[in-house]
């Protein structure tokens, strides 16, 4: 596999191995892809939810983000933490194995 360069072939390699997320009305839910030293960070982006009178309400528990390899081009899932602490569970995965 040849690793990936660009936002647009980690999206590729993503698609191909995991299930596209879908909004509550059944569309896809956009991908955002963050950079960094070792590997892409693959997050959905999802509306923010809202009570009937429009108040913010947390995000429904679980889910996870996709990390990609900027090495290999593998794979890994991480737990749906904010962006920084996914990004330390990785380093952290690749540094015991």
């Known amino acids: 596999m040849t690793p990936p360069t660009t936002p647009e072939q980690?999206?590729?390699i993503v698609r191909s191995r995991y299930a596209e997320p879908k909004l509550p009305d059944g569309t896809p839910a956009e991908l955002r892809v963050e950079e960094f030293d070792i590997g892409y960070l693959v997050c959905a982006?999802?509306?923010?939810?809202?009570?009937?009178?429009?108040?913010?309400?947390?995000?429904p528990p679980g889910g996870s983000k996709i990390v990609v390899s900027k090495e290999t081009g593998e794979t890994v899932t991480v737990p749906?933490?904010?962006?920084?602490?996914?990004?330390?569970?990785?380093?952290k995965q690749q540094q015991s194995s």
């Open 10 to 12: 980690v999206l590729d």
């Open 45 to 59: 982006v999802f509306p923010p939810v809202t009570d009937a009178a429009g108040r913010p309400q947390p995000a």
């Open 80 to 91: 749906n933490h904010p962006t920084e602490t996914a990004i330390a569970l990785y380093r």
